[in-house]
């Protein structure tokens, strides 16, 4: 898929804790914001779930989460339901609006109640209910009621709305580079994407040396930018596997990865992900601050969003910093409601907010001060007093 499409409407029910929730009018750059629980991760869940039953199978992505006894909203009733609508950018289609929902089946089996693909102008294209349903005037039969018709039928070119789907999902990027250790060393081989824990980045770094050098030169140098110190970064290949090596201006030797700073490499990993020469069509990034000075935040957000006029991006955040440097349009507060269940507020919603920040004030100092009054992590909802 091209890059350039744009994401504009996501709703979830039942899923953990987003029981309803619906984000409305995306911008390129979406940024959750809120106190640890308040279902961020869940959020950026919600993609990974829809890309593993794309690129794997959905039964697959179901059972690593526990099946619906641990997806399903605590205490509800009803499907697992996902609708995804968003602009291609093939400059082919129209908004496309993709509908999933799901039961389960006594043997603990996802069941497809309801997989459909609508298209502006065109209808409602893709109607498929427990394996069997129609694709606009052509049958569809699957092999079961566990099996997803999109990703299937995507694989064909005759069903041209499917296979833009298809390559939509299948090539979303989603991270969480402070679960890893950038520092490790790792197989000898080029390898084009950093993993979602960034263990492979001395891969990723010969990958770009050997067909992207210019891209390399550009990244390297917006890391020196903010690690002035820093001369070079480099793999070598140490006793059949490949380790980073980085030099710094005051010292002769350089030294390996292991030895360096964590946060360093961190950075180097986000600036890789943003800077993609063949970038993801969507990116998601889950708490970019984790070992990185908080002066170096504002900078970052501000990368994030001019990756982000290539493929939209969506990051989770708890920092100040981070938040300092966005629009009222880009920010969303997640908080949980006195039920326990996520509610989302988009900062541009809250008028005192926009009022503030019209005068001056930025998003992260406005948090700490309390005018989104939701979100404290010390005043929770129900809170007596």
Partial sequence: MAPGASIERLRVRNYRVLRDVTFENLSPLTVLFGPNGSGKSTVIDVFAFLHEAFTTNLRRAWDARGRMAEIRSRGCDGPVEIELTYRPGDGLHQRLTYLLR??????????????????????????????????????????????????????FEDFLELVELRRF??????????????????????????????????????????????????????????????ERIEPEEVDGRLALRLKDLPFDEPIYAKFASEGTLRLLAYLIVLHDPVPASIVGIEEPENQLHPRLLHGLAEECRSAAQRSPLLVTTHSPQFADALRLEELWALHRGSDGFALVTRASEIPQVVAMAESGGTLGDLWMEGYFGVGDPLDPPGRDG
């Fill in 102 to 155: 799901i039961d389960e089946a006594d043997d603990g089996r996802p069941v497809v109640l309801d997989e459909a693909l609508t298209c502006v102008g065109a209808g409602r294209l893709l109607d498929v209910a427990k394996g069997a349903g129609v694709f606009e005037e052509r049958n569809v039969a699957l092999d079961g009621s566990d099996m997803l018709a999109a990703p299937a039928l995507g694989q």
């Fill in 169 to 230: 999902i299948s090539s979303w990027y989603l991270s969480h580079l402070g679960a890893g250790d950038p520092r490790a060393v790792a197989e000898i081989g080029p390898q084009e994407r950093i993993s979602g824990s960034g263990e492979n980045l001395p891969n990723v770094l010969r990958y770009l040396r050997e067909q992207h050098p210019g891209r390399l030169d550009q990244i390297l140098k917006a890391l020196r930018q903010r690690v002035p110190n820093l």
